[in-house]
């Protein structure tokens, strides 16, 4: 049965959900550098009762089933969660730290729950699970971004292990991980989903370096974990620290970043609803030419366009979330994942953009986080695969089976429709002569 509405159990999760991130969590952007921190030791005390209080009510770690943890809510529940985690900013923000979720982890966790072996599981995912350690998602390179056509990081059997070679960009969170997922280049002879495999790669590892770590403006390590420039020298693995089977690499890849997509969208939309409650407050705080900002046409069109604009898209949102639980698999919300990630860039940007405005010059200094909001719009356009890619993949999708017009003219050809309807009607027609019709 189609419904929109939550079922009262959960309902109440989210009402405490909200309320804990609003007053416990988000003021702590505000007191540390950053949430990944382990050796912090005002991280260390503060940050672990908080992640109790999450476990104690049920949230933790909700992206995964009962068997590794998780309470097993789906998608659907996922995403309404992730939309309240999103109001603690960008990156690897406190919240979805706070609640377990946090990106890249998420993804390496699944894909080592799904591909590990027990050993594997016990010395990587465990930690994971537990909160108790962090990891990074190596796989962008320097010479040609996300496209694993142009991968040139090489592995190559030695023996009873791997050497790995290569450079990678924007692995994200390198510095606070213990340990690295490189896809890496095996068989360059096999076709392009057959060419790569994934390792497991401990940051102790001799031969790994970051070269650096490379910030964002308006996201800086004030705002949580770097993305760093990686550089593998002679890097020598075990055969046990492959992530599935030779080759596996890209299915392993692909199998993290579908559900990570959702989230992405969804925390954008918490940021999205955070700003408009700002524009609502500056618009009846705020005074000029005789009466609040509220009451200017032009600003009640921007309050109205950004409303409009946040529950369409968070309904296309909740929809790819409800399909991916209905159906299953990724492969059968292909379309929809590619569609709510194209379109989340340009929204968010809009609503920061407005939002700045709304507060003059005020929005456009540091004291407020639209430039954050702004930045963050611009790196859901790029994480996970860029916009113009998800267009591509969403118009195929969309135009696969479709059948092209058998004559000249299209087929909804105003004239050929009117010469088959009085074809087809022809017996009633020469009934009624001198009846009114369309000419």
Not at 254 to 262: K, N
Not at 402 to 412: K, N, Q
Request: net charge negative.
């Amino acid at each position: 049965m189609w419904g929109f509405e939550t079922d009262p159990e959960f309902a109440e999760k989210l009402a405490w959900a909200d309320d804990f991130v609003r007053t416990e969590v988000m003021p702590l952007r505000y007191l540390l550098k950053t949430p990944l921190d382990l050796n912090n030791p005002v991280r260390q005390e503060i940050v672990p009762p908080l992640q109790q209080q999450v476990k104690d009510a049920g949230l933790w770690a909700c992206h995964l089933g009962p068997e590794l943890g998780g309470p097993g809510y789906g998608q659907l529940k996922l995403a309404l969660l992730n939309e309240i985690l999103g109001m603690s900013g960008n990156g690897s923000s406190f919240a979805p730290v706070v609640f377990g979720t946090q990106a890249p982890d998420s993804g390496n966790a699944e894909v080592i729950a799904h591909f590990g072996t027990p050993e594997q599981k016990e010395r990587y995912l465990q930690p994971l699970l537990a909160g108790t350690m962090f990891s990074c998602f190596s796989m962008t390179e320097p010479q040609g971004g996300s496209d694993p056509g142009v991968f040139t990081t090489s592995a190559r059997r030695d023996g009873d292990g791997w050497i790995i070679n290569g450079e990678k960009w924007f692995s994200s969170n390198a510095r606070w991980s213990e340990f690295l997922l490189v896809l890496a280049v095996t068989d360059p002879e096999e076709r392009l989903s057959r060419r790569m495999s994934m390792f497991l790669v401990p940051r102790s590892t001799p031969g790994v370096e970051i070269v650096r770590n490379v910030e964002i403006p308006g996201w800086t390590e004030e705002r949580g974990g770097d993305s760093a420039y990686v550089r593998y020298t002679d890097v020598r693995v075990a055969e046990d620290q492959l992530l599935g089977g030779p080759g596996d690499g890209f299915l392993v890849a692909q199998t993290r970043l579908g559900g990570g997509r959702i989230h992405h969208c969804m925390r954008a939309v918490g940021q999205m609803k955070l700003a408009l409650e700002m524009m609502k407050e500056r618009a009846v705080s705020r005074t000029t030419k005789g009466g609040p900002l509220a009451d200017k046409q032009l600003v009640q069109v921007m309050i109205a366009d950004t409303w409009a604009e946040i529950e369409q898209y968070r309904l296309l949102v909740l929809q790819t979330a409800w399909r991916l639980d209905q159906y299953g698999e990724y492969d059968s919300v292909r379309a929809d994942i590619a569609a709510v990630k194209a379109l989340a860039p340009g929204i968010m940007q809009r609503i920061a953009t407005r939002a700045l405005q709304l507060h003059g010059s005020l929005g456009l200094t540091e004291e407020m986080p639209f430039l954050d909001m702004l930045v963050n719009g611009l790196h859901v356009g790029l994480a996970d695969g860029p916009t113009e890619v998800h267009k591509l993949n969403l118009a195929r999708t969309v135009l696969r089976g479709t059948e092209p017009a058998e004559g000249l003219f299209p087929s909804a050809h105003i004239p050929a429709a009117k010469a088959a309807v009085r074809e087809k009607y022809a017996d009633v027609i020469a009934r009624h002569p001198g009846a009114s019709l369309v000419e």
